[in-house]
């Protein structure tokens, strides 16, 4: 099974920016669509980005449009989110997940980091 582990979290400032990671173990990413998702604080779970196995990507949330970018590195086979510009509705708890496309409903998508916490304070 695939074990994904995102990374990059972290406590920050309105306006600042982090790059968020997700890297797995036990096979490659180039395989599997990859998506962003967020969980805020008393809110459910809801998708942010998603790029494509074929590097394409996808924008389920317009409130980061402009601000928010997802990428692929293959040879570190590793994808990223990089979140600028933060405002404090961005915060919660950011996973990653992949499967076979960008067009999953959540409760498709057959595997799941452990989240990494994103916090915007000043």
């Known amino acids: 099974q695939v074990q994904l582990v995102e990374s990059g979290g972290g406590l920050v400032q309105p306006g600042e920016s982090l790059r968020l990671s997700c890297a797995p173990s036990g096979s490659r990413l180039e395989w599997y669509a990859v998506g962003w998702f967020r969980q805020a604080p008393g809110k459910e779970r809801e998708g942010i980005l998603c790029?494509?196995?074929?590097?394409?990507?996808?924008i389920i949330r317009n409130s980061v449009k402009g601000r928010f970018t997802i990428s692929r590195d293959n040879a570190k086979n590793t994808v990223y989110l990089q979140m600028n510009s933060l405002k404090s509705e961005d915060g919660g708890v950011y996973y990653c997940a992949a499967g076979p496309d960008c067009g999953l409903a959540q409760g498709v998508w057959k595997y799941w980091g452990q989240g990494t916490q994103v916090t915007i304070s000043s």
């Open positions: 790029s494509t196995n074929d590097g394409g990507s996808t």
